[in-house]
C-alpha cells in the first residue's frame, strides 16, 4: 500500500542504549522529516533530507542522528538514549515545490527509563 | 524565523454546536501557506484545512472553516456543527512558500485539545 510507516509503533528502551526508529515511503517523495511530539511543545523539527544522502539539522537536533541512503527509508537513531528523548516521533514526507503540506506516518511513542 | 502560537491549550463544546479555535503566526514573509493538522487519539496527523497566505478569500472545508487575517497575522479554525468525532488535538502550523524545486519545514504550534461532549 503507498503510504508513509513508522516502526514500531511503541518502544521501551533503557537509559544510554541506541535505538532505532524506521520510516520508509512509497510515494517517491524528495523530502523528509523527523519531528518529536511534547506536551506544550507542538511538533518540533529534528532532522530533514531533501534527497538520497542529503540531511540537514531541524530545531532540536542533539542526540539524534539520521540518514537517507535510499530516498524511500529516512531512518531516526538516538545513539545514547535519554530520558529527556522520552516522546512521540513522527515522519513525513513531501513533495518538493509544494505546498500541501506534508503526509504523516502514525508515530513511534518511545519511552526511556 | 516563524513562530505559531496557540493560546487556547484544552477547550471544549456540545454536541451541534460551533467553536472556534485560534492561532497567530509571526514572520516577516509574504507568500506562505497556513494550515489546521487535527490528532485524534489514533495520533494520526491528519490535515484539514489548508490556506494561501495571497488568497483573500477564507479556506472551507464542510463544517471547518477559517478566518484569514493576513494584516493581524491570525487564523483562527472555527468548527461548525461539532460531533463527537472531532474530539482531538487541533495543532496550526506555517510553512512558508517553497522554492522551485524545494520544500519548506512545517512549523507547529502548541496545539489545542478539544473535547466535544453530549
Not at chain 1, 23 to 37: E, K, N, P, V
Not at chain 1, 53 to 62: L, N, Q, R
Not at chain 2, 94 to 103: D, I, L, N, R
Request: net charge neutral.
Amino acid at each position: 500500500d503507498a503510504g508513509i510507516t513508522q516502526s514500531p509503533r511503541y518502544k521501551i528502551t533503557e537509559t544510554g542504549r541506541q535505538v532505532t526508529l524506521m520510516c520508509h515511503q512509497t510515494w517517491s517523495h524528495s523530502y523528509m522529516f523527523w519531528y518529536r511530539q511534547d506536551l506544550g511543545h507542538g511538533l518540533r523539527l529534528i532532522y530533514y533530507s531533501a534527497a538520497a544522502d542529503i540531511t540537514d539539522k531541524g530545531e532540536v537536533p542533539d542526540g539524534y542522528v539520521v540518514s537517507r541512503s535510499k530516498t524511500e527509508n529516512f531512518p531516526l537513531t538516538l545513539e545514547s538514549a535519554t530520558r529527556s528523548q522520552t516522546s512521540v516521533y513522527f515522519c513525513a514526507s513531501s513533495d518538493a515545490g509544494t505546498g500541501y503540506g506534508y503526509t504523516f506516518g502514525s508515530g513511534t511513542r518511545l519511552t526511556v527509563v | 524565523a516563524q513562530t505559531v502560537t496557540q493560546s487556547q491549550p484544552e477547550m471544549s463544546v456540545q454536541e451541534a454546536e460551533t467553536v472556534t479555535l485560534s492561532c497567530t503566526y509571526d514572520t516577516s514573509e509574504n507568500n506562505y501557506y497556513l494550515f489546521w493538522y487535527k490528532q485524534p487519539p489514533s495520533r494520526q496527523m491528519i490535515l484539514v484545512i489548508r490556506q494561501e497566505a495571497y488568497k483573500q478569500q477564507n479556506a472551507t472545508e464542510n463544517r471547518f472553516s477559517v478566518n484569514f487575517q493576513k494584516a493581524a497575522k491570525s487564523f483562527s479554525l472555527k468548527i461548525s456543527d461539532s460531533q463527537l468525532g472531532d474530539t482531538a488535538m487541533y495543532f496550526c502550523a506555517f510553512m512558508k512558500s517553497p522554492y522551485t524545486g524545494t520544500a519548506s519545514k512545517l512549523t507547529f504550534g502548541t496545539g489545542t485539545r478539544l473535547q466535544v461532549t453530549l
